[in-house]
């Protein structure tokens, strides 16, 4: 794999470092620790004062988030640029054709969801390569990691499943696939309830048993796109809100990852679509979002 880790030099950075250094990687792979420096807003002698002190910073930058990275067996890369740091990330993950971009979120305290930095919002809606947002671990590394994957069966849904497959998971790591089943006619009132004749009650059964069978469908497909990768591999379908209900498994299993794509909207480059924004806005945990491919 070719992995672009993105540091600002925090200790979310670091924890995002620390978090891909979890996976079973090889000298194969390579890790591309890029820090970006910001365009500084001043003048004449001041101006140069302050990048000649960014200078000798980001090269401590650098090295700190790699030494994080030291119990990987991954090739380690580091690399720095000037400019406005979403729009350098994104060039950069293009120009390297990064398989997946890895960020950390800051964390605030009493607030369990992920908390997005402005440049992790903007990079997550102007790429089109799979984005990974990490909240740090409290457990030992090493241990199996839970992974629920969230899958509508849409090609978003597949690169999502493409990155699980390449990642190498620790051993004994746990895979839930979770689908929806959810319809328009789920959502007749109870009042008209009483309208619904014995014609048409046989006409939603037959909808909602076909839902559910195209649910099964997706799941097994899923499956086989992860197949080999997880010790265990469990199969949900819930209806309901998707964020809810995607969210409320996560609680429920205890996950450490959740994964899901963004289907986005069509011929906008990278953009989120509403379910992977909102999830990816109030998850507890990390959040992979996968997308199609535009480049």
């Given amino acids: 794999m070719n992995i672009l880790l993105a540091t600002d030099g925090s200790a979310f950075s670091e924890a995002a470092a620390a978090f891909l250094a979890r996976f079973d990687l090889t000298q194969q792979d390579a890790i591309h620790v890029f820090h970006v420096v910001s365009s500084v807003p001043y003048e004449d ?8 002190a960014i200078g000798k910073i980001s090269p401590k930058i650098l090295t700190a988030c790699a030494e994080c990275l030291k119990p990987s067996k991954a090739t380690i890369v580091q690399e720095e640029s000037k400019g406005v740091p979403e729009e350098e990330i994104v060039l950069k993950a293009t120009k390297i054709n990064a398989d997946l971009i890895v960020m950390g979120a800051r964390g605030v305290k009493g607030i369990e969801s992920l908390f997005l930095g402005s440049v992790t919002r903007a990079v997550a809606a102007l790429t089109d390569r799979p984005l990974l947002v990490t909240k740090p671990l409290s457990e030992a590394a090493g241990r199996p990691l839970k992974v629920l ?147």
């Fill in 149 to 295: 994957f969230a899958t509508d069966g849409s090609a978003s849904a597949g690169a999502v499943a493409a990155v699980l497959a390449s990642l190498p998971f620790p051993p004994g790591s746990e895979l839930t696939i979770l689908t929806m089943a959810w319809s328009a006619v789920a959502d007749i009132p109870d009042r008209y309830a009483m309208e619904i004749n014995d014609a048409m009650k046989l006409e939603l059964a037959k909808i909602r048993t076909a839902e559910n069978e195209d649910a099964e469908k997706i799941i097994e497909r899923a499956k086989m796109q992860v197949a080999g990768k997880f010790s265990l591999v469990h199969g949900l379908i819930k209806g309901g809100d998707p964020t809810m209900e995607v969210l409320k498994t996560a609680d429920e299993t205890k996950t450490d990852l959740i994964a899901i794509g963004s289907r986005g909207l069509k011929g906008v480059k990278g953009m989120l679509g509403s379910i992977s924004r909102r999830v990816l806005g109030r998850a507890p945990c990390s959040v992979l979002i996968g997308k199609e491919r535009t480049t």
């Fill in 45 to 52: 002698d001041f101006r140069q004062q302050v990048l000649q």
